[in-house]
DNA sequence: TTGGAAGCGAGAGCACTGCTCTCATTCTCC
DNA sequence: GGAGAATGAGAGCAGTGCTCTCGCTTCCAA
């Protein structure tokens, strides 16, 4: 598969790193995250790891990819295998999102809580998978537009934002007009504000005695703010 | 006002120990805050603030306690000051939350974001400025309603959440039913969610081109989805 | 008035962190 | 085989949170 045995050693280590920096993230969060600690773990002097990563930044810029890819990928799966309705792949998308959200609370926080202050996620190497929920969340919106199945009052989106809307269009290659693009936006922090509330107890640690009824209630409400309504048959079949 | 010279000394300098960690908040985060920082820019030595404070967490919870307040006394004097119509009282208290969290990021990611690993805010200290903004949030939609001002087509509220609706009602002194509490805790959600994507750069850094324009637009499409409209004279009158 | 107690700051010290530098070893490729 | 790159070990620096002991000052009560 790869290389020299020397660049697949490399690679190989390369993937422990990560993956003692995932479980220790877990366990201390970003905050508490050690270069030492990952090279006591790995069996190795501190100053090792230094020909692996340059800084503990960069471990960090490692986790948040590695965070975006299994979250995209599971977000994938769980909109695929649902009904190709509008309104069954959105319903999916949110709770492939909460799932994983409750699940790693502390890579979910990596990704959508506060900035690590002094560390910027650089864009060249983080966008691709960062960007993947939100891509997904506009094509649902945006299949469910073109097939005429979006039956709701979005209201006029601000005109001062007309310039970006287009851009946003083109490039995910959408056709929804800029009503649509801007409630799809907003059902989208929308949906993050929930989670994100669950998932770091701003609710109140015993407010809700239910998480997942108060998460079927978002959704729901989400998906009839964006006009997505269960349809019938014929668009269960698909447009092919 | 205070007691012996000695308690009035101590309070100074645990004021002062809360501006400096405030500061230092702003600077370096709350993940980055030293208390042997604090104490330099003290003028002590670093074991002498241990006087004042147990450890870096009860100046974080000192921080926090901070942080609500400010955040609480502006969303209340920005509600006050606005017309007493229940659009306007909403757009004020949206406004003055997002207003001061893009003025004071790190201490909205503290209130706001990720939850510091291995810290929990004590509830004792924390919880009566911490509600405040919600508590806020509830009562105007609530008077709205009491008033006959809220025309939203809500959706059910989940009945198996129906308990946990009865307590908020009752520790709030709210009238509402239940659908009405359900779709504000769900605007509550939103709205934060939409402001922590502003603020954490979750949008892109470079997306939207006018940030005033997408806030005025969420946020009025949240009023639109709670029911809110802009009601005439009458009610600008109160109910006095 | 005069003790004792409590509050306070300084300083040393421990264990930890990120990160750098040097040095010896090992692997790779010409 | 030998040059050179990659690798790991170790020492070291500056910083962190936190503890402990030591004196000094303030206060309060007998």
């Known amino acids: 598969m790869a290389g020299t045995p020397r660049e697949r050693a490399r690679e190989q280590t390369l993937s422990d790193i990560t993956l003692i920096g995932r479980r220790q993230l877990g366990e201390v969060g970003a905050a508490a995250l ?13 100053s090792a790891v230094y020909r692996y990563v340059a800084n503990r930044d960069e471990l960090l810029t490692l986790l948040v990819v590695d965070a975006y890819r299994e979250l995209g990928d ?6 695929d ?13 949110a709770g492939a999102v909460r799932a994983w959200a409750v699940r790693e609370p502390s890579r979910y926080a990596l990704l959508y809580g ?15 998978q960062g960007t993947r929920v939100v891509t997904l969340l506009a094509h649902i919106v945006d299949d469910a537009w073109r097939a005429g199945n979006l039956h709701g009052a979005a209201g006029p989106a601000p005109t001062r934002l007309a310039g970006d809307y287009r851009v946003i269009r083109d490039q ?17 922090s929308a949906l993050f504000g929930a989670v994100s509330f669950e998932v770091f107890g701003q ?3 015993d407010t809700f005695s239910d998480p997942d009824a108060l998460h079927d209630y978002t959704v729901a409400r989400l998906a009839a703010q964006l006009g997505l309504r269960d349809v019938g048959v014929q668009d269960a079949q698909g447009t092919a």
Do not use: K
């Open 114 to 128: 506060s900035p690590v202050p002094g560390y910027e996620a650089p864009a060249e190497q983080t966008t691709t």
């Open 74 to 79: 599971e977000v994938d799966a769980a909109v």
């Open 172 to 188: 995910l290659s959408l056709a929804a007009p800029d009503d649509v693009l801007a409630a799809t936006v907003q059902a989208w």
């Open 203 to 205: 609710y109140g640690t």
């Open 34 to 46: 050690s270069l030492r600690a990952v090279a006591r773990e790995l069996g190795v002097v501190s």
């Open 81 to 93: 295998s649902a009904p190709q309705a509008a309104l069954g792949r959105f319903t999916a998308l």
